[in-house]
């Protein structure tokens, strides 16, 4: 029955709208990176989120052109005070082995979503939850969480302050619900082939690591109908050349990103193919606080920055649309505006005069200079970055660097080892247009806090926000702390992204949008 249904979409489309849908349907997506877990509570970075949008379905999803939409809830109230919503269950929402969805499933992935025993990167996203922060911290039980099913298909979730942003965080992975047999019964291998129970628009039907992951329509969605992609792929290839030669061979639908020297030649010969777009995310080095030579040594991490030509670094070194980065919220976000620190304005020149100065006042000298690594996962932008910044140091400073690449998995490992770093690549993808998305990252209880940072008046300000029911209050009140946090030059803005792929122009349904989300559900080939 589900490819006969699926066989009177196609006829629908060619009929009704003109355009004629190909077979077979099978979607090739380069990935870059081997994601590090499937499991939606654990998974960290935007490549395993792509896989996971796709097996998965939030209370809510993102929409074609990123906008929030219902999903596995039709409808929602939110209580006068804003602390208490109510979602209302799909009658029809079913797992992929076709047990039913239930708000009892929704409580369970909460709930495991925050216990410490999990340790999800993502957990103090949720601490604006009732008791969150408690469970967290393993003062209560994660069962004394703010969420509870009322029945079968209510599922209420209570607040303790008001958060405006909740219904977009609820379509992000962190968020969804998991089979609850499949867990317990397997442990850390229900994310493997055979073990995997979904409840999204694709079922996990293989993976072999670093080499392929392969999704298979879920007849059992509750929105199958409308899904045209019967099969995906999705192929890690962290060499962006040769991500592009697959592409051009015919061995690609979608590309995760291009290479930096293919760029112009794009736009000259492959234009019909090439997307480029605003996306809501910062990439920027991390700094190792916990000890020296960064520890206490706020002069120092001001001097490297200084150091460091973003403009150059985004035009040239780049050069695809990139914008240089002097906070670590983009623009984009509705009702903020990042501060700007004072040095935005000046002159490279007087840049580099007061990083000599400040490099002089902590020590350093020619006789005598500072030795530093950068730690990156392999790529070739994360190398042209890093030997650009390397260069710029050493010329201006006569700083010392060494480069250390390492494959992806490896690279999040020893990130979160602070005996292994000092300096490190780092970016966010924000999960949702709110600024709290980023300034979470570096409040000192975040479980992605890899850098060390403290700050107590950070940390104030923040808890503040999420406490402020004035919403413009609020922002002023983010603002206040991402002005600190640039303050303390904690991190190293460098640019701010643009999404970048190479898409088959035979490709329906992709519209560029600021979250940079392309579910498979919502795409289909055109003849």
């Known amino acids: 029955m589900p490819q006969r249904i699926s066989w009177l979409v196609l006829a629908f489309l060619a009929v009704f709208t003109g355009i004629a849908c190909a077979e077979p349907q099978v979607l090739r997506r380069g990935n870059q990176l081997e994601p590090e877990s499937l499991d939606p509570h654990r998974a960290r970075g935007a490549e395993a989120a792509n896989i996971l949008r796709d097996l998965y379905e939030g209370l809510t999803r993102a929409a074609p052109d990123g906008s929030i939409v219902p999903g596995v809830a039709e409808r929602w109230e939110v209580s006068e005070d804003g602390r208490r919503y109510l979602f209302y269950l799909r009658d029809d929402a079913r797992w992929s082995n ?3 969805v239930t708000a009892e499933d929704f409580v369970f992935g909460l709930r495991r979503s925050v216990a410490p025993d999990t340790a999800s990167p993502y957990a ?6 009732v008791n969150a922060t408690a469970v967290l911290a393993g003062e209560r039980a994660p069962e004394t969480l703010g969420v509870a099913a009322l029945d079968q298909r209510t599922l209420e979730i209570r607040l303790a302050q008001p958060a405006p942003y909740l219904v977009a965080m609820l379509a992000h992975h962190s968020t969804y619900p998991v089979h609850r047999d499949s867990v317990e019964r397997h442990g850390e291998r229900f994310t493997r082939p055979g073990n995997h129970v979904s409840n999204g628009a694709y079922a996990l039907a293989d993976w072999q690591v670093n080499t392929l992951i392969r999704l298979e329509r879920n007849p059992h969605y509750w929105d199958a109908d409308a899904v045209r992609i019967d099969t995906v792929y999705y192929y890690p290839i962290s060499d962006e050349e040769a991500e592009f030669n697959r592409f051009r061979a015919g061995e690609l639908d979608v590309t995760q990103t291009i290479p930096v020297r293919r760029f112009e030649w794009l736009r000259a010969n492959m234009p019909e193919s090439l997307r480029v777009a605003p996306y809501l995310s910062t990439y920027f080095y991390g700094f190792n606080l916990h000890k020296p030579p960064f520890r206490d ?3 120092l991490r001001r001097a490297l920055e200084l150091a460091v030509d973003k403009e150059l670094i985004a035009e040239k070194v780049l050069g695809r649309g990139e914008l240089p980065a002097y906070s670590l919220t983009p623009p984009g976000i509705a009702g903020y505006r990042s501060p700007e620190p004072d040095y935005a304005t000046w002159p490279m020149e007087k840049r580099i005069a007061e990083a000599r100065r400040l490099y002089a006042a902590a020590g350093y000298s020619g006789d005598k200079p500072l030795e530093v690594e950068i730690r ?6 994360h190398h042209h970055v890093a030997l650009a910044i390397a260069n710029m140091w050493k010329r201006h400073l006569g700083v010392k660097t060494r480069l250390v690449h390492e494959e992806w998995r490896v690279f999040l490992q020893n990130r979160r080892q602070a005996e ?7 970016g966010w993808v924000g999960d949702y247009n709110d600024p709290h998305t980023f300034l979470q990252l570096m409040h000192s209880a975040s479980g992605i806090n890899d850098y060390g940072y403290r700050n107590e008046e950070y940390d104030r300000l923040l808890d503040a926000a999420a406490q402020e029911t004035d919403a413009k209050r609020r922002m002023q009140l983010m603002r206040q702390a991402e002005a600190v946090l640039l303050e303390d030059h904690a991190i190293l803005p460098l640019y701010v992204y643009v999404s970048k792929h190479l898409v088959n122009p035979r490709l329906g349904g992709w ?7 392309h579910a498979s559900r919502d795409l289909y080939f055109k003849d």
Do not use: E, W
């Open 98 to 100: 076709g047990d039913p």
């Open 420 to 426: 292994l770093t000092q300096v490190f690549r780092a």
């Open 124 to 129: 103090k996203s949720l601490g604006v939850i």
């Open 511 to 517: 519209q560029d949008n600021l979250l940079d989300h």
């Open 297 to 299: 040594a706020p002069g």
């Open 376 to 381: 990156y996962n392999t790529g070739d932008t």
